[in-house]
């Protein structure tokens, strides 16, 4: 009698376990989701803070730039947060978001920021069309910069820091505030 006692109680340990094991999965992919979303809730409220701090050139009409269109490319589905800057009123500015994957070709954009799923072709290209226009591009990794962009997020000591490429933003014909310029480590590619 005892055996088969000992047998169900087995049984049950291992269904235990098991049931453990689901939850403490689930758990780690819910952590590393919600680290994801804090990241791209970082990245969010920088990039409207670069849109407030940079200055773009005037066309020759007196209607200043009222809406602010920012292109994200990725093949992956846009973040939430960067989904939350649609509509957002930053200093004068609107924000529009709209997504575009790699492949394809940009619309009229100020801001475009690269999810870092988009291969070395695709931003060769993309950033080759938007080379000496007035367009603020961002990165995840320092590919942008090394490939002609504006700016490229890094993390140091578990911060997230950000770079800003000072030839491209003459090339783009961009005005970056001085306290932006400040804050940023600076290159000259």
């Not at 940009?106 to 290209?125: K, T």
């Not at 997230?160 to 400040?182: G, P």
């Amino acid at each position: 009698m005892s055996r088969l006692f000992a047998g169900k109680t087995r049984c049950w340990r291992c269904l235990l376990l098991a049931c453990l094991l689901n939850i403490s999965f689930i758990l780690c992919s819910f952590l590393a989701f919600a680290e994801a979303e804090n990241e791209y809730a970082v990245k969010a409220a920088f990039i409207a803070n670069f849109i407030v701090l940079t200055e773009w050139p005037d066309d020759g009409s007196s209607k200043a730039l009222d809406v602010v269109t920012l292109c994200v490319v990725s093949d992956s589905p846009l973040p939430r947060p960067l989904q939350g800057l649609e509509g957002k009123q930053v200093g004068s500015k609107t924000i529009h978001v709209v997504t575009a994957t790699p492949d394809t070709t940009l619309p009229a954009c100020q801001v475009v920021f690269y999810m870092q799923d988009v291969d070395s072709e695709n931003l060769v290209r993309t950033l080759t069309a938007v080379r000496f226009a007035p367009v603020l591009t961002i990165g995840e990794n320092n590919n942008v910069t090394r490939l002609g962009g504006t700016m490229h997020f890094y993390e140091k000591q578990g911060r997230l820091r950000f770079v800003i490429n000072l030839k491209a933003v003459t090339e783009q014909k961009l005005k970056m505030s001085s306290r932006l310029l400040q804050v940023a480590t600076l290159i000259n590619d």
